[in-house]
């Protein structure tokens, strides 16, 4: 499966598409680990995001933009976009991304793949990185992020629930 670049995972860098980010996880985010690998998933790949996480276009001075899997004049999605593309493009069969404002919902649709977005806290967003407001924010604190699959078809979402 492809982990969206904003999770942590031990012995990876995460960036969440920003080049000034440089958090090496020394653990892996609860949704991956124990949660997703005790269930057979194997991660293999991180997904690229749009920087900062926060925009419906896959862009980041890092990795570059990512393009759709059917047509490459037209965008992925995003901030989930770069997960989407690789389950469209079926380099995995099932990602997990999150959502906000529609970061998992847009990159489905635009890439013709199925998911959701989950009641909150359904799935543990803990060891996931979310965007503020702003850097002078301490008082709100951070947006409410859900993590969330996606997937070929609804029965593959279904099976990532029941993990």
């Known amino acids: ?12 860098v995460s960036r969440v598409g920003c080049a000034t980010n440089s958090k090496n996880a020394g653990y ?3 949704a ?7 269930g057979g998933a194997i991660p ?14 896959t862009h980041n001075k890092i990795w ?13 999605g995003g901030s989930s976009g770069g997960d989407a593309g690789l389950v469209a493009s079926r380099c995995v069969p099932l990602a997990i991304g999150s959502d906000i404002g529609g970061s998992l ?16 806290r359904r799935i543990t967003y803990k060891g996931g990185s979310s965007p503020r407001f702003s850097k002078f924010d301490i008082l ?17 979402c279904i099976e990532f629930f029941k993990l």
Do not use: W
């Open 140 to 156: 709100s604190g951070h947006m409410n992020s859900i993590s969330g699959p996606l997937a070929h078809s609804v029965n593959d």
């Open 105 to 120: 919902r847009i990159p489905a649709h635009f890439n013709g793949v199925v998911s959701f977005k989950p009641s909150n």
């Open 44 to 57: 293999l790949i991180r997904g690229n995001v749009s920087q900062g996480a926060m925009s419906i276009h």
């Open 28 to 30: 892996n985010a609860t």
């Open 32 to 38: 991956i680990s124990p949660i997703i690998e005790d």
């Open 64 to 76: 570059g933009t990512s393009l759709n899997f059917y047509d490459k004049t037209r965008s992925c």
């Open 1 to 12: 499966m492809s982990v969206k670049d904003l999770f942590d995972q031990k012995g990876l």
